[in-house]
């Protein structure tokens, strides 16, 4: 089946510095791409999504990028907050029928 | 908006109890998912369904049972409980694989 693997599991910035947070999947039908985010004591909420027709997508502060030949995608944090202090999920699916596959999450500090 | 709600918050069992946790949705989703996780770490798959009545087993279903008796619940059952076991499961619900999961707070569990 497929496996994410998210390479960081910590990653600390200054605020007002960028985050990039990035993860590989090994299956190349994978075709949707969304990150969570689990701030400290609460459960996971959505924060952005990318679909494999696309390779670039923005939501103000958070990029994601998609490069399908290397099967990688990452999470670009712009001008981060200590609010964007959290831990970060990737996943991968294949498609509706498939379910999806979590990365081990990347804890982010942003040091003010 | 929706909400899923899971019941109860917290659960303290003894070693060798049957524990059921439960969780509602009004999204009116069809695929709801448990996940344990282990000290804010990543992600594991206990058990998803697809529709009422369906059942799948995910990742780490061993020691675990699952119901879906109607759309809007999935409750999950521990079998035995571990001893000096500590979780947050987490419930979900998507409309499909592809579409974005909506968490429920979580149950802690504690087994002494």
């Known amino acids: 089946g497929e496996k994410v693997e998210q390479h960081e599991s910590t990653l600390s910035v200054r605020e007002g510095d960028s985050a990039v947070i990035n993860c590989t999947y090994t299956?190349?039908?994978?075709?949707?791409f969304p990150w969570y985010k689990q701030e400290a004591g609460k459960s996971l909420h959505f924060v952005i999504d990318?679909?494999?027709?696309?390779d670039r997508k923005q939501s103000q502060r958070l990029i994601v990028l998609l490069d399908k030949k290397a099967k990688r995608f990452s999470l670009h944090i712009t001008a981060t907050q200590p609010e964007d202090s959290a831990i970060y999920f990737c996943?991968?699916?294949?498609?509706?029928?498939?379910?999806?596959?979590f990365g081990d999450g990347t804890q982010l500090v942003v040091k003010p | 908006g929706g909400i899923i709600t899971q019941t109860p918050k917290f659960l303290i069992g003894q070693e060798g109890q049957k524990l059921t946790l439960k969780c509602q949705q009004n999204?009116?989703?069809?695929?709801m998912y448990w996940y344990r996780q282990d000290s804010g770490k990543g992600l594991r798959l206990i058990y998803y369904?697809?529709?009422?009545?369906?059942?799948q087993k995910g990742d780490l279903s061993e020691g675990y049972d699952a119901s879906r008796e109607k759309k809007s619940s999935f409750s999950l059952t521990v079998t035995s409980a571990q001893k000096n076991e500590m979780a947050v499961f987490l419930c979900?619900?998507?409309?499909?694989?592809?579409?974005?999961?909506?968490f429920g707070a979580g149950t802690r569990l504690s087994v002494l």
């Open positions: 299956d190349t039908a994978s075709s949707y």
């Open positions: 979900a619900s998507s409309i499909t694989f592809q579409n974005t999961l909506y």
């Open positions: 990318i679909r494999s027709n696309v």
């Open positions: 999204f009116n989703h069809d695929t």
């Open positions: 369904s697809i529709t009422e009545n369906d059942l």
């Open positions: 996943a991968a699916s294949k498609n509706s029928n498939n379910r999806i596959f």
